[in-house]
């Protein structure tokens, strides 16, 4: 019986050891699933526990299961409202952990003891702890007798405290509901001595209201960081004016190792994008991801954007959905691309209230440009199959490189799709430009078709294009 209890649960891993998976709802009684998790022989080294599987079940049982926990490199908590002392516990009986993730968790405490503080404590023993995720939910309410944790102004404070001593960290993911931010209050010196003290590379705060000096804290003690997002933040322009002079800087104090700055939602105007944009224009900056989606960046920005594509060649990612650019903005982009930019690989441009102009241009940056391979103008609703179709024909005649483009589906009315999506998918999938290259090899061409053997209407097209592939 034990075994059958566990067998839907358990799952072998690369090194031998077990991952367990709570994630539907148990069967049996508890009491036998836990007997079962009591006498297995097998090391489980992670475990991933889901709201499905713990809803329904009392806080003794809950308990229980807990209880049999020890020893492990990695434990994941979703959706779930779980008394902090029972995750203080596993993480006190498991000091190799190595991975935390409590995913939009609801942390309850009995306020009649100090629970709180034994987590923070046993949080500061993880010498091995390289990847702590923690987003917390506070749409749940306490049972009768409990209290939400991370109520008080000084408790996320103190979980930064707690996690600067471990200096094998790498990854922090720290999430606040919204209607927390009065109480995400995080000083500056403590962000500096998480960065100071720990190894972070991946720094990410979603809803801390994060001002001038805590940007600045970033600054001087992140230069290992090669990560920082700062969603819902608050950073305005004085927060990206003290982002942009570190990038621009060449000391290694600075963010010279950055490689991802994503800062939606941050109150940034053409003013603080254009200090962005220059740095990334005029800097070291080895920035390869950028994002800037639901900020406050309108047309006049797309000109410091043209400036910064056209000399930057390290970025690849760049986001700018959200924002009021509008075609002449957008225009600047596509010019860019179409005349020097060689490196930009992903554009999103979602709800940025472009029209058919911007279609006509972006017709003309794929006639040139070989480097773009996904472009979303999706919930541009003014954009109509007439701009749809200009994009499709330039697809289809000229650029064999983009593979995925995003339009809002009314857009795309009266437009061949099925053609639409074969040129998409001949770029994505079968490397159309090498397959139709005058020079193609036979290694090349072997590969191309072998790809394309169970795709009829792509062996079609080829045949059809290049009708020498069949001599």
């Known amino acids: 019986m034990s075994s059958s209890l566990l067998s839907q649960c358990l799952v072998p891993m690369d090194n031998g050891d077990m991952e367990l998976l709570l994630d539907v709802k148990p069967t049996g009684s508890i009491s036998d699933f836990v007997e079962a998790l009591d006498n297995c022989t097998q090391r489980i080294s992670a475990v991933h526990v889901h709201r499905i599987f713990m809803k329904e079940l009392k806080a003794e049982e809950q308990a229980a299961i807990f209880d049999c926990f020890h020893n492990l490199n990695e434990i994941s908590i979703s959706f779930v409202t779980i008394p902090m002392a029972l995750v203080a516990k596993v993480i006190l009986r498991s000091q190799r952990l190595q991975k935390i993730s409590l995913d939009r968790v609801v942390l309850i405490s009995d306020p009649s003891n100090a629970q709180d503080d034994v987590f923070f404590s046993a949080l500061q023993g993880l010498d091995s702890l390289e990847d702590f995720h923690f987003a917390l939910s506070t749409t749940g309410t306490a049972p009768e007798g409990q209290k939400l944790s991370f109520q008080a102004d000084h408790e996320l404070d103190t979980l930064f405290q707690s996690l600067s001593g471990i200096q094998a960290l790498k990854k922090v993911f720290v999430s606040v509901g919204p209607n927390t931010v009065g109480r995400a209050n995080v000083r500056p010196q403590t962000l500096e001595a998480l960065l100071s003290n720990a190894s972070v590379e991946d720094l990410a705060l979603v809803n801390f ?7 600045q804290a970033i600054v001087e003690a992140g ?45 940034i105007t053409n003013a603080g994008g254009a200090r962005l944009a220059k740095a990334l224009t005029t800097g070291q900056s080895k920035l390869e991801v950028l994002d800037l989606h639901a900020n406050q960046l309108t047309k006049a920005f797309g000109s410091d954007l043209a400036a910064l594509l056209e000399q930057n060649t390290s970025l690849r990612f760049l986001d700018v959905s959200n924002n009021k650019l509008g075609d002449k903005g957008v225009q600047a982009i596509a010019t ?29 940056a794929l006639r040139n440009n070989t480097t773009l391979k996904k ?75 072998a790809a394309a053997k169970n795709d009829v209407s792509s062996i079609f097209y080829f045949l059809q294009a290049k009708p020498s592939l069949c001599c």
Request: charged content about 20%; hydrophobic content about 35%.
């Open 336 to 364: 860019a691309l179409r005349n020097h930019n060689t490196t930009l690989e992903q554009l999103n441009l979602f709800d940025t209230q472009l029209t058919n102009a911007s279609c006509h241009a972006f017709a003309g």
């Open 223 to 267: 230069s290992q960081l090669e990560s920082l997002s700062l969603l819902n933040a608050e950073c305005g322009n004085d927060g990206a004016t003290v982002l942009a002079n570190a990038l621009q800087q060449h000391e290694e104090t600075q963010l010279t190792n950055l490689r991802k700055l994503c800062l939606p939602g941050n109150n």
């Open 375 to 449: 472009l979303n103008l999706y919930n541009n609703t003014k954009i109509d199959a007439t701009g749809v179709q200009t994009l499709a024909s330039a697809l289809e005649f000229h650029n064999y490189t983009l593979e995925r483009l995003e339009v809002t589906k009314k857009s795309v009315r009266g437009v061949d799709e099925s053609g639409l999506d074969l040129f998409l998918k001949l770029n994505r999938d079968f490397k159309r430009g090498t397959m139709l290259a005058s020079n193609l090899n036979e290694v090349e061409y072997v590969e191309g078709m």
């Open 209 to 215: 209201p994060l001002h001038t000096q805590h940007c």
